[in-house]
């Protein structure tokens, strides 16, 4: 038996000496009109770098509205194309998004969006809203849902679509399933802000992200919180930066309210969202700022394992911090 045990406990050793030492590899550049840092720990010499940059493309192919040739743009344009496989999930996941939501996140609003000059028109202070309301809501999308990906899809007469709030944490997901695919356990995603992350790091510990101040200029390592991460997706939007003043001085930010057409009036500056994937999270951010701080925390009951973070600016022009009952988890500080 005594020697039983010891050549098991020699088997052992020989077993993890041949494991091969982990490092950590990082992959950053620029993606989906924003910047990409993907790190990971593999074996030294592995890199997916290729199969990342292939990912990043195939989604810009699919969902940019910068590619004319895109599907997307096709779509917009009122042609009855075939879909691939992703962007046809992300219609799909959209769908159910805007239900679960009650219409606060909706990628029909493409029409308001141009209108008011979000994509990269001329801004404008008042539109004819009512006009364009009769091509945007994501009910008149579900009567005219995407079938099997096999048959050929057109929007509705009138509708154009834009995925922006929720592409890139699609995008996050899809190359953190690739990770996965090839065996690695400890990895981080960031891709426009939208964050994915398994495992620990190269120190050995949960991968710390930071949420940013609300401030008009972005300062390096100013964080108003920091979270720690670990099979989880986090997700921002705000409005501190995205805006322009009207002639009266107003500030018009970027959130449009699919409901009445126009941008959100509210003292939310940004909702960061914790979910199990990051498409969840990027949409369901987008859609808190559209509800507003009230009828954001109401809306995220509804969500399992999500967590909820509030930068309000109250009327003195001070930051107050609301978060859901299970955000201390996460943090750090």
């Not at 590619?67 to 997307?72: G, L, M, T």
């Not at 409901?259 to 951010?285: F, K, M, Q």
Request: with cysteine.
């Amino acid at each position: 038996m005594k020697n039983y045990i010891a050549l098991f406990a020699l088997a052992v050793l020989v077993s993890c000496s041949n494991r091969p030492e982990l490092v950590q590899m990082t992959n950053q550049g620029p993606a989906q009109g924003s910047t990409f840092s993907i790190s990971y720990l593999v074996p030294e010499g592995v890199d997916y770098r290729t199969a990342i940059d292939s990912i990043l493309l195939s989604m810009d192919q699919q969902m940019s509205l910068w590619v004319d040739q895109s599907e997307i743009s096709a779509l917009n344009n009122g042609d009855s194309i075939f879909l691939s496989s992703d962007f046809h999930d992300v219609i799909l996941k959209s769908l159910m998004l805007s239900e679960l939501t009650d219409g606060a996140f909706d990628i029909s609003i493409a029409p308001l969006i141009q209108a008011w000059g979000f994509s990269g028109g001329s801004r404008k202070d008042t539109i004819n809203v009512d006009s364009l309301l009769n091509f945007v809501g994501y009910k008149g999308m579900v009567a005219q849902r995407p079938g099997k990906r096999l048959e050929k899809y057109a929007l509705p007469k009138g509708y154009a679509i834009d995925v922006n709030a929720i592409a890139q944490g699609y995008t996050v997901d899809i190359v953190a399933g690739l990770l996965e695919g090839e065996g690695v356990a400890n990895y981080m995603v960031e891709i426009g802000g939208e964050v994915r992350c398994k495992g620990i790091n190269a120190r050995g510990r949960k991968w710390r992200i930071g949420i940013e101040e609300p401030t008009e200029e972005r300062v390096a390592g100013q964080f108003q919180t920091i979270v720690e991460l670990d099979s989880m997706s986090l997700a921002t939007s705000g409005n501190y930066r995205k805006y322009w003043e009207d002639e009266t001085g107003q500030k018009v930010v970027h959130s449009i309210d699919p409901e009445t057409g126009r941008p959100v009036i509210s003292n939310l500056l940004s909702a960061s969202i914790i979910a199990p994937n990051a498409t969840t999270a990027d949409a369901l951010a987008t859609a808190c700022m559209i509800k507003g701080i009230g009828g954001a925390t109401h809306m995220l009951e509804r969500f399992p394992d999500v967590e909820g973070y509030f930068i309000v600016g109250n009327k003195f022009g001070e930051i107050e911090v609301v978060e859901t009952s299970g955000w201390k988890q996460y943090t750090i500080n």
